[in-house]
């Protein structure tokens, strides 16, 4: 199958605007954001979301962020007399994780202050700024479920390939308890750490379950981009090599290591951005095997779909759909697209249990996402 | 307990010198690091072990590589016509893997083409010089364990600490089965992720289990810099908050939470560097919940800690020293620890099951830690 919606996924995944609302006043309350390496001071954020960078190079000619007001080329570091590089963002930066990097003297480096996370198929610098509902996420003294690496084989690419697999706090206190499933998939650039790291889905679970909100499942996440593709070429996306590796190998693997319900009742798949693409190629292609779906900025479900796909109406259980606030104002996306609000209003009114959820004030980012499994989690697997 | 074994210590941590023997000409079969971010073409490792970099800083003065022949202040890299900064290092590097990091200008940056690793306090760049036995921590088309991460409550520190648990392929296949436990730490500046990823605990146990050479068992690492201990401060070394963290709160929640069988006989514990020095001291003070014992460039046992150990002989199964072979000649170490060789021979006189390994050609660095562990890991767990 190739792909009829990349055009769609090209407007969307290209990042949103990291602006949020402007302040009267640069507040002199910054803190070492959480995601620095150990003991180091710098990036700092403020309360406002401004962030503030300090590179040490003191025989550079420019040092500069690629973080900072949107298609405003970042922001450009001082050097001090201490040969410091330092500055200051040009505004607040949106709430949640932002990827960015350093160029120094015309190459790209990663800050040394901060932890890395994997986008734009490297590993990148990454920051947090602390969200106004940031409790969804956060660690809290509550049971926790366990994140495994495992390493399955893989006949069609010829490697042994990494995922990782969330077990719920309850999963290693019972012998018999078997679990539904979530295939939860990552981004164009990113990877199978993606959801852990930079999605918190560990964490979003835990508390939901804590708050006994969700019934405790499983959640597995792999590599999606297992035919290399270039971002700019989605729009001839091959689905056939990441499918054969998730639903021919990946899937009978968990199954046979995992106390899982393996029949298509009890599971699910989900994905941001390409991921969504992904996601929805997959499952609707192979509904014997899925019952719930979830497109996080990744395109959206038409009565075209619908009608395209036999079974549609029996067999999807829930046809998630989520966006960013921002990516809704994009013009470009809705003229592929069209209004997401629509499109899930004619799923419903055709009888299909449509979902629309739209996370405020964000964009292409993980904070949309994160919102995104928080909404989507207590949906599922409801028989 | 305060440390009284520091100064061995301060001597067995200071970084062995990378050199393997030299050759007579540089052979141009330079291939990418396995330890390369993906896609990535450099750096570059030969069949001699020379190491070849390639930076894009375009206007940058200058370029040096901390990885090069010992004490001599790293490679320089020269900028091409291209804007390019290249270069080999002087000699070839002792096989397995080493921590660098690039100095771009005065300022201290990783590599962007290469996989970052936690070591020095800093997540640095690592590469791999493939060893000619590396076949026993290569990834195999053998059953695999999983690497789960947890997420542990620990009071005594006042958060949610993290650590990684290795269960063998066949724990997810049986409801039944208990397992004997390995506890097993990082050295200095490193954390919970360096045996699984520098260390490849893991495949090194696949393999033996798929080998038949070892009863599977569950190995468990965690983050053992409890009290932020300073590199020059080991002398002073308080265990206290660290074996609060293992012992009280982080062994209970294994047993808690994996089927593992809980007494002394099915309990180890080992480490490397610091962590042999951690080793030591917590399991010869509580040889009631432990048994068999490691210590991989981090010490040594003599009759002294013998006769001062109450119940020594009766109760320590398997006193195990591990060195580099580079390390064995380090003047200084002998000065502190003596001869590690007489040490073992004076324990096995004494009637204790005492096991010197010494791994050729390499000094105070993960090939001699990851050949420690293959040769633990069969004398463990005997009754």
């Given at each position: 199958m190739k792909c009829k919606i990349g055009l769609v996924m090209l407007a969307l995944i290209l990042?949103?605007?990291?602006?949020?609302q402007t302040s009267d006043k640069l507040l002199e309350d910054f803190k070492p954001s959480?995601?620095?390496?150990?003991?180091?001071?710098?990036?700092q954020v403020n309360s406002q979301g401004y962030v503030r960078f300090r590179v040490e190079a003191p025989d550079a000619k420019a040092v500069n962020v690629s973080?900072?007001?949107?298609?405003?080329?970042g922001t450009d570091l001082a050097k001090g007399e201490d040969g410091v590089w330092t500055g200051t963002t040009a505004g607040p930066m949106d709430e949640g994780f932002h990827y960015y990097h350093l160029k120094v003297d015309g190459g790209v480096f990663n800050d040394p202050g901060a932890l890395n996370f994997y986008g734009s198929a490297r590993w990148e610098s990454g920051i947090e700024i602390p969200a106004h509902d940031q409790d969804f996420y956060a660690t809290k003294d509550v049971p926790h479920g366990h994140v495994q690496e495992i390493l399955f084989p893989s006949k069609s690419t010829g490697v042994t390939r990494r995922a990782f697999v969330y077990t719920p706090p309850d999963y290693g206190k019972s012998d018999k308890k078997r679990y539904s499933v979530l295939y939860l998939q990552h981004g164009w650039g990113e990877n199978e750490y993606a959801w852990m790291n930079q999605g918190h889905a560990n964490l979003i679970m835990d508390n939901l379950i804590a708050e006994g909100k969700i019934k405790p499942f499983i959640i597995v996440t792999t590599y999606g981009m297992t035919n290399d593709v270039k971002f700019g070429s989605l729009a001839t996306f091959d689905i056939k090599p990441f499918q054969t590796v998730l639903v021919d190998e990946l899937i009978p693997y968990v199954d046979a290591n995992f106390r899982t319900l393996s029949d298509r009742n009890h599971r699910a798949m989900a994905g941001l951005s390409m991921g969504g693409m992904q996601t929805k190629m997959i499952t609707l292609g192979n509904l014997d095997k899925f019952s719930y779906i979830g497109l996080f900025s990744g395109g959206t479900f038409k009565m075209d779909d619908v009608n395209a796909t036999s079974g549609f109406k029996q067999k999807v259980k829930l046809a998630f759909v989520s966006y960013g606030g921002r990516e809704m104002n994009n013009e470009r996306m809705r003229n592929f697209v069209g209004d997401p609000n629509a499109n899930a209003e004619a799923l419903k009114a055709a009888g299909i249990n449509s979902v629309l959820f739209v996370s405020p004030?964000?964009?292409?980012?993980f904070l949309s996402w994160r919102r995104s499994l928080r909404e989507f989690a207590p949906l599922l697997f409801k028989d």
């Open positions: 990042p949103g605007l990291c602006v949020a959480t995601l620095n390496q150990p003991g180091k001071e710098y990036p973080l900072g007001l949107g298609g405003k080329g004030n964000t964009g292409h980012e």
